[in-house]
């Protein structure tokens, strides 16, 4: 299967210039669990970056532009679009009942729960739409993600991706 995610440049945003990723340095309770986490939208980078200035309270974020190097033997899972399957990883990432094990996989692409996303995923978690994990609830939650416009995220989850992740430019906003 072809991921054209993978084949352009992919965008990261901080407050925190760095040349190696340090997968330690991953936080919990992410949409695809730990992992560095890209986007092939920059402006969805610099969106980031501005909300990580925010909560840090820095005048200073950075813009970081990579390429990636395949890796043929990297196992790969792919949420075309919001589905059942996707909540219910997104959900079991962030610590609640409805978990879905694709821990397997290096790299993670699909939709990022970020604000209308986010919304419908707080929704659904809150009993909103039903009991959590009924397929009414999941059902409901779904068309209302189908109507949302969402940017896409792609999760590199092992060392071995990381490193054939190659870092092309690093842009400072302000």
Same mark, same amino acid.
């Given at each position: 299967?072809?991921?054209?995610?993978? &084949?352009? !440049?992919?965008?990261?945003? +901080? $407050?925190?210039?760095? $040349?190696?990723?340090?997968?330690?340095?991953?936080? !919990?309770?992410? &949409? @695809?669990?730990?992992?560095?986490? $890209? $986007?092939?939208?920059?402006?969805? =980078?610099?969106?980031?970056?501005?909300?990580?200035?925010?909560?840090?309270?820095?005048? /200073? *974020?950075?813009?970081?532009?990579?390429?990636? =190097?395949?890796?043929?033997?990297?196992? /790969?899972?792919?949420?075309?679009? !919001?589905?059942?399957?996707?909540?219910?990883?997104?959900?079991?990432? #962030?610590?609640?009942?409805?978990?879905?094990?694709?821990?397997?996989? &290096?790299?993670? /692409?699909?939709?990022?729960?970020?604000?209308?996303?986010?919304?419908?995923?707080?929704?659904?978690?809150?009993?909103?739409?039903?009991?959590? *994990?009924?397929?009414?609830?999941?059902?409901?939650?779904?068309? @209302?993600?189908?109507? +949302?416009?969402?940017?896409?995220?792609?999760? @590199?989850?092992?060392?071995?991706?990381?490193? #054939?992740? /190659?870092?092309?430019?690093? #842009?400072?906003?302000?």
């Amino acid at each position: 299967m072809k991921h054209p995610e993978l &084949d352009g !440049p992919l965008y990261h945003g +901080t $407050t925190v210039k760095f $040349t190696d990723i340090d997968l330690s340095r991953a936080k !919990p309770f992410k &949409d @695809f669990g730990l992992g560095f986490y $890209t $986007t092939t939208s920059k402006q969805q =980078a610099e969106k980031f970056a501005r909300l990580l200035m925010k909560r840090a309270q820095s005048n /200073i *974020g950075y813009i970081m532009t990579f390429e990636y =190097a395949h890796e043929p033997s990297a196992i /790969i899972t792919r949420y075309e679009k !919001p589905s059942e399957d996707w909540l219910a990883y997104v959900v079991g990432n #962030r610590k609640y009942p409805d978990p879905h094990d694709a821990s397997s996989a &290096d790299i993670i /692409i699909g939709a990022v729960a970020d604000d209308d996303v986010g919304v419908v995923v707080t929704n659904y978690l809150s009993g909103t739409y039903g009991e959590v *994990g009924t397929a009414r609830a999941k059902q409901i939650a779904i068309e @209302f993600l189908l109507t +949302t416009r969402y940017h896409n995220q792609v999760a @590199f989850k092992s060392k071995a991706v990381c490193d #054939r992740l /190659i870092l092309k430019e690093v #842009r400072q906003i302000v």
